[in-house]
């Protein structure tokens, strides 16, 4: 069956519906620098958004943005060289999802502050977003097999620390 | 987690320094109800009395990229007009419209505070004698009204016709102007 292409949400919609979520999974990835990093993102959004293609998975592209500006700032590249960096407008296609457990990971998402960055993109953004593989991959700079291995190694460092301060 | 008052304020100046927003709006109260207000960097583009359907309307002819932030020169010269103390705008436009379009809308900017002009009559203007119906269409899809005057224009039989505002607003600007009604 045909699908009509999602046409592209006018950017203040945009903006409205994903500039808190983005905050709160920023503030769980680099802590005190969430709101530079938050600002930087949709300034970066803003500056490609009238190149996207259709409006699908805009909720997808704005975390990829999000984590690749916050991989920036916590390897403590030049901020300025980040923002130069032109956005990338590609959408990716999601496959059908795998399911996950978002109350589990709500019992454990305080302790994500203590893994490495690349596990915590990929435990928050999997398990807190509900992003898939693909996606998580993409806002990586990884493959989908490292994105996954990245996940679950977090999951199991998670485990490991909330089993020790209980 | 929600992104505070300031925060958003912040991001929403560094857009504009940026030069990255091709639309501007707002949704600013009148004393005939709410205005949505957009412009581009050329110039004021749409003046609306139904801001949602706008939103999308103006995205689609102007550029995906629109950020609510102030329009004070263009809410200044409206509340002035509102206060009766501004009988002309002075304010740059935007106008993407087909050449008929454009000609009608030209010739509609002069017609004069506190005057109407029929159908047929702004027809005539445009060397269209003819056209009173297309003209009709015209005013009918006028991207901004109150300061392209379409409130202005009324039936050669003296009545009011129609409004995207409503009748009842039509009536107040026309009222607001001293307007005089042929009846």
């Not at chain 1, 097999?145 to 990245?150: D, G």
């Not at chain 2, 991001?11 to 949704?27: E, K, L, P, Q």
């Not at chain 2, 003046?47 to 809410?75: C, H, K, N, W, Y």
């Not at chain 2, 506190?114 to 004698?129: F, H, I, M, N, Q």
Request: aromatic content about 8%.
């Amino acid at each position: 069956m045909m699908q009509a292409v999602q046409s592209i949400p006018p950017f203040e919609s945009f903006y409205c519906e994903h500039a808190d979520p983005v905050l709160g999974y920023l503030r769980r990835l680099v802590g005190q620098q969430a709101e530079d990093v938050w600002q930087e993102t949709f300034l970066k959004a803003l500056r490609g958004y009238d190149r996207l293609s259709h409006g699908e998975h805009l909720r997808a592209w704005v975390f990829t943005i999000a984590t690749r500006t916050a991989m920036d700032a916590l390897r403590g590249s030049s901020r300025d060289a980040a923002a130069r960096a032109d956005v990338d407008v590609t959408l990716l296609e999601v496959p059908g999802h795998d399911g996950f457990d978002q109350a589990a990971f709500e019992e454990i998402a305080h302790l994500t502050h203590d893994l490495p960055p690349k596990e915590r993109a990929a435990v928050v953004l999997r398990y807190g977003y509900d992003l898939h593989y693909a996606e998580i991959a993409d806002a990586l700079g990884s493959s989908e097999e490292a994105a996954r291995a990245a996940a679950s190694s977090g999951v199991r460092r998670l485990r490991r620390s909330h089993e020790r301060d209980a | 987690m929600s992104v505070t008052p300031d925060l958003d304020a912040r991001f929403r100046a560094a857009a504009a320094a940026a030069g990255i927003v091709d639309v501007r709006f707002d949704i600013v109260p009148s004393p005939i109800g709410d205005l949505f207000l957009a412009a581009t960097a050329k110039g004021l583009c749409r003046i609306s009395f139904t801001p949602d359907q706008a939103e999308d309307d103006v995205a689609r002819t102007f550029g995906v990229r629109m950020l609510r932030l102030p329009l004070d020169t263009v809410r200044r010269e409206l509340d002035e007009y509102f206060e009766g103390k501004r009988h002309t705008f002075d304010l740059p436009l935007d106008l993407r419209v087909a050449e008929f379009n454009e000609a009608v809308l030209h010739e509609l900017a002069r017609v004069p505070y506190g005057r109407v002009e029929t159908y047929g009559g702004l027809a005539a203007k445009v060397g269209r004698p003819k056209a009173a119906r297309a003209v009709g269409t015209v005013m009918n899809r006028n991207p901004i009204p109150i300061v392209l005057p379409c409130h202005r224009i009324i039936g050669s039989n003296g009545s009011l016709t129609g409004y995207a505002g409503g009748l009842p607003v039509k009536r107040a600007l026309l009222d607001l102007e001293g307007a005089t009604l042929p009846l």
